[in-house]
């Protein structure tokens, strides 16, 4: 039982954590924390949140579990604030979708003032953002993945990996370097491309939009994600998601070769494999 | 109201034909035609058809609407047959997703022989094939495009309009030409983008395919498509799935661009746009 839950952000991610944390019992009191604090309103209303608050250091004391939920640059700033406001006993992660950078800040952090820090990132989001679409359900059977390193307290990776198991998560642990190539590969160059399809039809045919059915919908429905959420993503995982375009053109490459060589074996053998590969995800 | 219904290859697109055009009354006699007997044993059980044969010729002959439902380069071949078997009065139409080479076949067919013919393009496939996943309302609601030319008569396309309309499709008219670019842009290019998305994790980091979430998913659910149907659409309609290739890239590079620079203000401008002109579709 968490005596404290405090939470720096409340909208999709961090709103679904309090009502997740709320519906399960896990804490005794939770803390919204927020730069605005007319957004604080809604969950609080709501009873997600117990009290709110946007002094993140006043929010944080005395939480035994803090969770970093707002973009991911801008938890990295985050953490220092709470750094020196939270207890030494203290847990807190994060929820962002790239690992190096805010580990290696804690990890920079923890030479001065050692505190545990521990980062997550629950593959749960959806293109759309906010405390209106948080439901305590949204970690139900998703992904989390934590990344711990070798300077991590096993008891605070303990106190993480658990608060995620209770609402609902598949909890794998994966090194930063590693968590950032395996999503750039199957959640960042994804977005990439849906934003490219969408621009690459205003590009050559904006003619066609209004002829566009499921299979172009569900391609590109993460083209409307969050533009400043994202943003920072893209930033924050440049060097990977970079690697992985290349590998995208080279995959666009040998597609496109088979297609203008008129290679029809090629292409229907190259097409069944694929299928087969994405058939394996079910 | 249709005396006999031809229906050249009965699986998703052929079989929800019959299907909806039974459920709506429109045919007093459908009869389904097919390379292999067996596979049209599933539609005669069912009723969906009232007899079935393996000859082309015997099957379309006496009937007022034909509808060639195989793949497109295979119904560019199954045109010629069929052109000599119907009734000059009879109305012959195909599903196929390219548009440019069958009403070439068939005007190049008319010099000889006059027939009525007008290309269709219901907009309601789906990854999966096979008369086991058509349903009687595919078409309902879906976007269904005609493609008459100069040369086209009236009352036939009058005839394919009502048909798509009777059950339940929306239907518009463009030039072949057009049809093909805007299907490049808005169906063949999404397609090529998710191939491509899951060869580029099978390149570039394998390891991350467990942690496929529903951004991935989504994005590439369409890479499980029928590898011969789409040999065919890609083989179809190369030039104009070239020149949309041509354009995606080139909106790759300007995020990638973006993203290298740092440029964080043009990449938040950028998504936004993105997202607006994807929320359009809704």
Chains 1, 2 share one sequence.
Do not use: C
């Not at 997740?20 to 604080?40: N, T």
């Not at 640059?73 to 985050?78: H, K, T, V, Y």
């Not at 297609?259 to 995800?281: N, P, S």
Request: net charge neutral.
């Amino acid at each position: 039982m968490i005596q404290r839950l405090a939470i720096v952000g409340v909208g999709l991610l961090g709103g679904s954590i309090a009502l997740a944390a709320r519906a399960h019992g896990l804490a005794r009191e939770i803390v919204g924390i927020g730069r605005d604090r007319g957004r604080l309103d809604a969950p609080l209303r709501a009873g997600a949140v117990d009290r709110v608050t946007t002094d993140l250091a006043a929010g944080v004391r005395d939480a035994d579990l803090v969770v970093l939920a707002a973009n991911v640059l801008a938890n990295e700033e985050l953490l220092a604030t709470a750094w020196s406001a939270v207890a030494p006993s203290a847990v807190v992660t994060d929820v962002g979708s790239t690992k190096r950078g805010i580990v290696a800040a804690a990890e920079r952090l923890a030479l001065a003032a050692p505190r545990r820090f521990v980062g997550s990132h629950p593959m749960a989001g959806s293109e759309k953002s906010g405390y209106a679409v948080a439901r305590a359900n949204l970690f139900q059977g998703a992904i989390v993945i934590v990344t711990p390193t070798d300077a991590s307290d096993p008891a605070a990776v303990k106190t993480v990996t658990t608060f995620w198991e209770a609402v609902g998560g598949r909890v794998s642990a994966l090194d930063p370097d590693s968590h950032d190539r395996i999503v750039a590969a199957i959640s960042h160059l994804p977005h990439v491309a849906a934003w490219a399809l969408v621009d690459a039809v205003a590009r050559f045919e904006p003619a066609a939009f209004p002829f566009a059915a499921r299979g172009f919908k569900d391609t590109t429905r993460i083209a409307a994600a969050d533009p400043a959420m994202w943003t920072e993503i893209l930033l924050g995982n440049r060097e990977a998601i970079v690697a992985g375009l290349a590998a995208f053109r080279g995959a666009l490459d040998e597609l496109e070769r088979l297609v203008v060589a008129g290679d029809r074996r090629g292409i229907a053998e190259e097409l069944a494999r694929l299928k087969t590969q994405r058939e394996r995800l079910a």
